[in-house]
């Protein structure tokens, strides 16, 4: 097996990927301060984001600190 392949999953940068997968810029940026988005940095502090993970992301509801979710 080459090394090509091997199917590397597909990188954006944050914003771009927010906004191909209907995302705002806080809820990229709240993702990734939380763990919940797995980057990479690149060059000067550029940033690149896992698309398999910004789609899960558009699925889940936005909580923000302090705030309470329903008790199932």
């Known amino acids: 097996m080459r ?3 091997i ?3 597909e990188f954006y940068r944050p914003l771009e990927g927010a906004r191909i997968f209907g995302l705002n810029r806080t809820q990229v940026y709240d993702a990734m301060k939380n763990g919940l988005l797995p980057y990479r940095e690149f060059g000067r502090g550029r940033l690149i984001a896992r698309t398999d993970f910004l789609a899960l992301i ?3 509801p936005v909580i923000r600190r302090g705030q309470q979710t329903e008790a199932a």
Request: cysteine-free.
């Open 3 to 5: 090394k090509d392949d």
């Open 7 to 9: 199917e590397a999953p």
């Open 58 to 60: 558009r699925d889940r």
